[in-house]
């Protein structure tokens, strides 16, 4: 036997980012939500001038063996512009190096601390992703496995950001891709159109609504 089609399919995805060749599904407003984290203190704003960063590779990407250079690549990028540094990831994952040069938190909720970045650098996990744009932040992606490279395809695709293929990054390819998503507004400008689109779609309670519909209206055989 088939399956049955679904009966209701959500759609988290702004339109303007989703594939072109998705089908329209039910859209419901994306909440970013890191798990049960709260920031202790607002960041004080960043020196005049000084662009501010944060870097995470997630969970999974961080605890790969090429996760230390990766990261030192991309912390030598921002330092080299100047930037403001504030590296998200568990402690001991992070080259000791890198903890005695920048902030290092173990985990921060990327959907609280993006809004007082001017850019997100990660691995193009949907969560990072989605709560930068959230937040309105331009993005520089280095992905590699499951829907990372889709994320990231779809971000430079739409202008929010650039990519940095894991065979480029360096601190010369980190530090190109910053470069330009930092000093073209066009960049920010995209990232703030997608956060737009996402505060205009249904808040969950709509969707689910329409489950509890649905629900109501199944007829369980006895």
Same mark, same amino acid.
Do not use: H
């Given at each position: 036997?088939?399956?049955?089609?679904?009966?209701?399919?959500?759609?988290?995805c702004p339109p303007t980012l989703q594939r072109p060749d998705a089908r329209p599904e039910f859209p419901v &407003?994306?909440? $970013?939500?890191?798990?049960?984290?709260?920031?202790?203190? &607002? $960041?004080?704003?960043?020196?005049?001038?000084? $662009?501010? !960063? !944060?870097?995470?590779?997630?969970?999974?990407?961080s605890a790969d063996p090429d996760a230390g250079a990766l990261l030192r690549s991309a912390v030598d990028a921002a330092e080299r512009l100047g930037a403001e540094v504030v590296v998200a990831s568990d402690r001991r994952t992070v080259p000791e190096d890198?903890? &005695?040069?920048?902030?290092?938190? &173990?985990?921060?909720?990327?959907?609280?601390?993006a809004g007082e970045c001017d850019l997100v650098i990660h691995h193009g996990g949907s969560g990072t992703m989605m709560s930068a744009l959230a937040c309105g932040r331009p993005q520089v992606l280095s992905p590699a496995f499951l829907d990372q490279c889709d994320n990231a395809e779809r971000i430079e695709a739409v202008g929010a950001g650039r990519v940095v293929e894991?065979?480029?990054?360096?601190?010369?390819?980190?530090?190109?891709?910053?470069?330009?998503?930092?000093?073209?507004?066009?960049?920010?400008?995209?990232?703030?159109?997608?956060?737009?689109?996402?505060?205009?779609?249904?808040?969950?309670?709509?969707?689910?609504?329409?489950?509890?519909?649905?629900a109501r209206n199944v007829h369980v055989s006895p």
């Open positions: 036997m088939g399956e049955k089609p679904s009966a209701l399919v959500l759609d988290p &407003r994306y909440v $970013p939500f890191n798990g049960p984290a709260l920031l202790s203190r &607002r $960041p004080a704003a960043s020196a005049p001038g000084r $662009p501010r !960063v !944060v870097i995470t590779l997630g969970t999974i990407v890198l903890t &005695r040069r920048v902030p290092v938190a &173990r985990w921060l909720p990327i959907g609280l601390v894991r065979s480029y990054a360096t601190c010369a390819g980190f530090e190109q891709a910053m470069r330009e998503v930092l000093t073209d507004p066009a960049f920010r400008l995209s990232a703030e159109s997608l956060q737009a689109e996402i505060f205009q779609a249904p808040p969950p309670v709509v969707a689910a609504q329409a489950i509890a519909e649905i």
